[in-house]
């Protein structure tokens, strides 16, 4: 009997463990962003049914005032900052994720 499997799984690698792990993946959320930017720059990064239509540009873009306005406060390190926003919409509630890498 062959098992089904409908979903692509090039790229997965299951460990001794049966732990299922992403192979060849980017050592970040803020460099996979970067390559979305540098690949694809114009494609759809976040869709709001009914609504706002985001690219990875303008993603990035906006990422990057928040960035700004994050070092002009004085609030830098290394590492990461994941900030989330929310705020209410016709269709309910919606979230903004930023996220930036101090160089």
Known sequence: MSVI???DESGIARGADG???YLERPPSVVEMLRRSVEEA????AIVEVGG???NYRDLWDRSARVAGG???LGK???GEVL????????TGQRSHIVVWQRS
């Open 5 to 7: 499997k409908p979903f």
């Open 19 to 21: 732990i299922a792990r």
């Open 41 to 44: 720059p114009q494609s759809e």
């Open 52 to 54: 706002e239509r985001i």
């Open 70 to 72: 994050l070092q002009a």
């Open 76 to 78: 830098s390190g290394k």
């Open 83 to 90: 900030l989330r926003f929310k705020r209410k919409s016709r």
